[in-house]
């Protein structure tokens, strides 16, 4: 680039560049060798365990440390039931959010609302574990639960959902709690991807007299399903995950039942639970390794479906 | 449209349009009833963390260390603990972070920067608690439970916060202000470090506030690698206090006392990280509004 320099460099000022460079390098590097180090190691410290009980880790239910016997099948549905609750209860209340905060509510209203929405995304998981286990675990206890039961008590096969104490605490409260954890982020993701509707496609909606809600339904819609859809993946991925708020409410049993109300487990609560009580090195630890094995591969199949979905719409656009 | 229907003309096409309007209407109660939902919800976490932790929050228990059951204790060590944690990790992310967001802004289209870009955005949503797991292998099994392994789990939680941040901010320099760099002689990394990063600190300085906002309040991480100490403790090879453990430890017992300094300790992190949070968002405002 200039020759006329060129003849006049002394070989220290080249390295200071190829230094410069090289930390660059060595700094996003580490990010991936990060990744690619905590998916091999789990499943390193994870071997054991998988290999002891081979395919039986993933279907048996039993958790007996005195035989030293170790399964992942309550824990996972647990994970799974508990987050597709938090999925479902978020869905419909994050839409409204969005619905209402992009398109009903003046800018200037919206502003603040929107702030305070993502305020909640701010407050650490802990704390919504607190949250939960003072004041939403009483509320369950003393109303909806007895509710839902009074409604649903009867009703032939719900009435399975519905079953057992109310204590409170169990996989509904749980997935509410996520519910409401991951509401500000399907909440963001969808009101980025409605203001980048173009606004003369919806202008034109109106202009045949739509109603805002055939414009949002027949126009938005269409336009940012794929956004949306990623959002709400992008949800599930962080509900799979949650750990102190879940460990609260949960209740901790190695049990897979089809009440909601019943005290069960994620994989999780389950680590962060039994890991202090295991010695390095038993089985025991191998599992509790193998079953943090099983949750990085379910995260990360998710995480990466609602990456690809998201990165895939805002690359065409 | 009523003296269509008393011409005897049909009516079902007027019916149509109320139900149109009626379902609009009914949609847009229910999007008022969500936005109220969550509002009342976010109330509620405040008041409740303000109606039992603000009685706690004297001088006595920011300057008392935790005692055992029985007698009073405060929050000193878990302060200091939590203050000496995201401190350290901060210090370990932030040069990292910001080096390999330049990196990604500076090789953007390139195959390895994708794939990098890839992976910070999925790091960003991964469990903590695996990332927990993951310090715990690295380094409690090799060199013991210690305040510097905490620190380690958090910095690789703040990392790829850091990194997209900072590429983020250093796209959206006009590449004239690169040009002009360049046109005074000077080489790229003088360019990338003198020109560049200060044009972006705006955005730099907003991702690391919120990478420390999202780090404060972390626990799971914590439980494998730093451990907890209920005494007082300057050693970072050493266990550590800190206030998210200390909340989530107090909180399950029985004791009336120890709930409300989980409580206070609650309160304490939740008005950190939410004043954190107001002031990037108020920077940001701020600054989008000098922009317009």
Redesign the interface.
């Known amino acids: 680039m ?1 020759p006329l ?1 060129k003849s006049n460099h002394r070989s220290e000022k080249k390295i ?2 190829l230094f ?2 090289g ?10 060798l ?2 690619l ?2 998916i091999l ?2 499943f390193g ?1 994870g071997q054991l365990a998988f290999s002891t009980f081979g395919f039986d880790f993933l279907t048996n239910e039993v958790w007996n440390p005195v035989t030293k016997q170790f399964s992942a099948r309550a824990a996972l549905i647990g994970t799974l039931v508990s987050s597709f609750i938090g999925v479902m209860i978020a869905l ?6 969005a ?3 992009s398109e ?1 509510l003046p800018k200037k209203v919206a502003k603040y ?1 929107t ?6 995304a ?10 939960g ?3 939403v675990v009483p509320g369950m206890a003393n109303y909806v639960q007895p509710f839902l039961k009074w409604i649903f008590g009867d009703v032939p096969f719900l009435q399975l959902l519905f079953s057992g104490g109310t204590f409170g605490i169990g996989i509904l409260t749980a997935g509410i709690i996520l519910a ?1 954890m991951i ?2 982020f399907i909440t963001a993701v969808m009101q980025e991807a409605f203001s980048n509707t173009p606004a003369m496609l919806k202008e034109s909606a109106y202009s045949l007299g739509a ?4 414009v ?1 339904h027949h126009v938005t819609l269409p336009w940012v399903q794929k956004v949306v859809v990623g959002g709400v993946v ?1 949800g599930w ?2 509900a ?5 708020a879940v460990t ?1 409410v949960i209740g901790n049993a190695h049990h897979a039942g089809w009440s909601l109300f019943m005290p069960s487990n994620t994989i ?1 609560s389950l ?2 639970l039994e ?2 009580e295991s010695a ?1 090195g038993s089985l025991k630890m191998s599992s ?2 193998a079953l ?1 094995s099983v ?2 591969l379910i ?2 199949i998710v ?2 479906c609602s ?1 690809f979905l998201l ?1 895939q719409v805002f690359k065409t656009r | 449209m009523n003296t269509r229907s008393k011409k005897g003309l049909k009516v079902t096409h007027n019916h149509h349009m109320t139900w ?2 009626i ?2 209407r009914l ?2 109660v ?6 109220s ?3 009342c ?2 109330l ?2 405040l008041a ?2 303000l109606i ?1 932790g603000i009685s706690g929050l004297t001088f006595f228990t920011l300057t008392h260390m935790t005692a055992p059951q029985g007698m009073d204790g405060g929050l000193l060590n878990p302060i200091l603990g939590s203050a000496i944690q995201v401190g350290l990790a901060t210090i370990m992310a932030v ?3 910001v ?2 967001g ?3 802004a ?1 090789h953007g289209r390139k195959k390895i ?1 994708q ?2 870009r ?6 960003m ?7 927990g ?2 310090v715990y ?2 380094l409690v ?1 090799t060199t013991g439970y210690s305040a510097f392994a905490g620190a380690c789990s958090l910095a ?1 939680l703040a ?2 916060v850091i ?1 997209r941040t900072t590429e983020e901010s250093l796209n959206i320099i006009p590449p004239a202000i690169h040009e002009a760099g360049y046109a005074l ?1 000077a ?3 003088k360019v ?2 003198w020109v560049c990063l200060p044009a972006a600190r705006g955005g730099i300085f907003t991702g690391i506030l919120l990478a420390i ?1 999202r780090i ?5 991480p914590l ?2 690698t730093s451990l907890g100490n209920s005494d007082w403790s300057w050693d970072i090879f050493k266990p550590m206090a800190s206030l ?1 453990l200390t ?2 430890q107090y ?1 399950d017992s029985a004791d009336d006392t120890w709930i409300k300094l ?2 206070t300790a ?1 309160l304490l ?2 008005v950190f ?2 004043c ?3 002031i990037t ?1 108020m920077y940001v405002d701020s600054r989008r509004k000098r922009d317009q």
């Open positions: 200039m320099k200071i560049p410069f460079s930390m660059t390098w060595f700094s996003s590097v580490l990010i991936l990060i990744f180090g905590l190691e789990l410290q419909p209340v994050s839409f409204g959010c619905y209402c905060l009903i609302i702030a305070a929405t993502q305020l909640l701010a407050i650490p998981s802990i704390i919504f574990g607190m949250w286990f003072f004041v409401v509401t500000p109603t805002r809600w055939e949002m992008l991925g962080r799979l995950g949650e750990t102190m609260f999780a680590i962060a890991f202090p390095a509790l390794m943090g949750l990085m995260s990360f995480l990466f990456q990165r | 149109r309007f379902k609009n949609i847009t229910f999007a008022f009833g969500t936005i939902i969550m509002i919800i976010l509620s976490i409740s963390l039992n040069p990292v972070g080096m390999a330049i990196f990604l500076e920067s794939i990098i890839f992976t910070a955005d999925i790091m949503s991964v469990p903590s608690i695996l990332i797991l993951f292998i690295i099994m690789i990392l790829p990194a002689g080489p790229k990394w990338m470090l906002s404060a309040g972390e626990t799971a439980l494998f998210p909340i989530y909180a989980s409580w609650a992190i939740t990280v939410l954190l949070n107001l968002r």
